[in-house]
């Protein structure tokens, strides 16, 4: 059984920055994509960046440029630094494999995320 632990988040002003840290357990995290993740009070989960096993990454344009997905497979651990942050930024950070619930992954549920909280 795989688990998600998210950590990180904090109350920060506009313009400031949070680093986040999500540790997986289990022996697949080299060869897993993985995901940050945000939702927002009344809105639905949305994608913020991603990294395939390989290192490439991508990005949803309300973050590009500020914010830096990465991942160390020998720490099990992916990282997500976000500069220059906005108060629109704020909500419960998340991390997860892509592919999460579709049965094609050992991920099935979400963790308790990490919350962000952005000040202007």
């Known amino acids: 059984q795989v688990q998600l632990v998210e950590s990180g988040g904090g109350s920060v002003q506009a313009g400031g920055s949070l680093r986040l840290s999500c540790v997986v357990s289990g022996s697949v995290f080299g060869i897993i994509p993985m995901g940050w993740y945000r939702q927002a009070p009344g809105k639905q989960r949305e994608f913020v960046a991603g990294i395939t096993s390989g290192g490439s990454t991508n990005y949803a344009d309300s973050v590009k440029g500020r914010f830096t997905i990465s991942r160390d497979n020998a720490k099990t651990t992916v990282y997500l630094q976000m500069n220059s942050l906005k108060p629109e930024d704020t909500a419960v950070y998340y991390c997860?494999?892509?592919?999460?619930?579709?049965?094609?992954?050992?991920?099935?549920?979400w963790g308790q995320g990490t919350q962000v909280t952005v000040s202007s």
């Open positions: 997860n494999d892509p592919r999460v619930g579709t049965g094609t992954t050992p991920f099935d549920s």
